[in-house]
Each structure stands twice: as structure tokens, then as C-alpha cells.
Nanobody, 125 residues
């Protein structure tokens, strides 16, 4: 069973940047795609970005495309989300998760499991 711990959230002004990290323990994640999701108060959890097991393919929600970059370091068992040009509507709790199946790239919350506890991102206007 893999455990995921997110970090790097905080309060930032609109236009600012944050870098989120997701550290995995318990087993390697090198054969699994990883995803970032977010949930704002009163809203459903939504997909943000995903990266294939090799790091060679990435996929983004339209709302963050061009501003966010997902990456991974399999040697460190860690996934990152670089967030630039942040907007107030990016305010949410951000979660990372592991694809339930190896060697594929999911893009729906139901494709992923082993959710972390989340890290709060707040963007002020």
C-alpha cells in the first residue's frame, strides 16, 4: 500500500507561484501514472493534471493549461506541481493520487486511488 503526503501549499497573491510536492512511501510509484486534483469548498473534486509512469506524457485540465506543470522524479518517488500565474479561482485543497493501474494515464478521479491528505492553496485577489 502506498502512502502519499502533499506539501507546498500556502497563501499567495494572484499572479504568484507555488510548487507542490507529493512524496510517496510504502512502495515505488515508478510504474504508475500520478495525478493532481483539487477540491474547492462546496464543489466536487476535479482533475488538474496527470503524468504518465515514465514522465513522457502529461495531461492538463483546460483551466490550468499553460500555467501549471506536472513533473516527477522516480528516483525520489516524488511528483511535483509547479503553479504559475495563480488566480483566485485556483483556491482549493490540492490532492495527489496514484493511478489504480500500471502503465496507463488516467484523467478521472475514479482512475486514481491512495489519496493523500491534501494541501491548502489560497490565492488572494
Amino acid at each position: 500500500q502506498v502512502q502519499l503526503v502533499e506539501s507546498g501549499g500556502g497563501l499567495v497573491q494572484a499572479g504568484g507561484s507555488l510548487r507542490l510536492s507529493c512524496a510517496a512511501s510504502g512502495r515505488t510509484i515508478r510504474n504508475y501514472a500520478m495525478g493532481w486534483f483539487r477540491q474547492a469548498p462546496g464543489k466536487e473534486r476535479e482533475f488538474v493534471a496527470a503524468i504518465s509512469w515514465s514522465g513522457g506524457s502529461t495531461f492538463y485540465a483546460d483551466s490550468v493549461k499553460g500555467r501549471f506543470t506536472i513533473s516527477r522524479d522516480n528516483a525520489k518517488n516524488t511528483v511535483y506541481l509547479q503553479m504559475n500565474a495563480l488566480k483566485p479561482e485556483d483556491t482549493a485543497v490540492y490532492y495527489c493520487a496514484v493511478d489504480k493501474s500500471a502503465y496507463r494515464l488516467g484523467n478521472s478521479p475514479t482512475d486514481f486511488g491512495s489519496w493523500g491528505q491534501g494541501t491548502q492553496v489560497t490565492v488572494s485577489s
